[in-house]
């Protein structure tokens, strides 16, 4: 029996070219490939990212193949970083504040919440508490725009993390599909 990879990245469109098989997290995947434009995903969940290190814009790619996911997700760059997000069984919590350092209106959620300002009359959210489950922040209400990946833990501050520009507007549970 082949054992396949969960995450495979090739340096052309279509898969063509050298490939990168990735078993987990991969912080640097330039000392493998010049540069990935198609990937495949055979079993999982990962976050991508367009800088090493787990930095940069992130795109969230489950089971399937991408030919062409620049085109398909308007990412800029290449893929530099991949982690595996983890499936979660049980029960989904996260706590959301309006300001920085859980200050302001805080509201717990425990489901996908599409428009913070339709649900909770809330216009930002600048930290959070993820108690349980892996999620994804979009910067628009409707799962639009620009993502971030939140696994359990505090976030104090989105700006020091990097997102200072960014409003984040709707939230989805990442669940195995």
């Known amino acids: 029996m082949i054992m396949q990879s969960p995450i495979s990245s090739f340096l052309d469109r279509n898969f063509q ?3 990168y098989e990735c078993m987990s997290d991969c912080s640097d995947m330039s000392n493998y490939l010049s540069r990935c434009h198609s990937c495949r995903v055979e079993s999982g969940c990962f976050m991508v990212y367009d800088r090493p290190n787990f930095m940069g814009n992130q795109y969230f790619m489950r089971r399937g193949e991408y030919a062409d996911y620049m085109s398909m997700m308007g ?3 290449c893929i530099r970083s991949c ?3 983890p499936m979660h069984r049980g029960q989904f919590r996260m706590r959301i504040y309006e300001r920085e350092n859980f200050g302001g209106q805080m509201y717990e959620l425990m489901d996908d919440c599409d428009n913070i300002m ?3 009359r809330m216009s930002d959210c600048m930290s959070c508490h993820v108690m349980d489950g ?3 922040m979009y910067e628009q209400p409707h799962y639009r725009g620009r993502m971030m990946y939140l696994r359990p833990g505090e976030y104090r501050s989105f ?3 990097g997102m200072g520009g960014m409003r984040f507007m709707s939230m989805r549970r990442i669940m195995d599909m």
Do not use: E, P, Q
Request: proline share 0%.
């Open 17 to 19: 070219g050298r490939s």
């Open 75 to 77: 990412m800029r760059d």
């Open 83 to 85: 982690r595996m997000i």
């Open 118 to 120: 339709d649900r909770y």
């Open 134 to 136: 892996h999620w994804l």
């Open 159 to 161: 700006r020091d993390m």
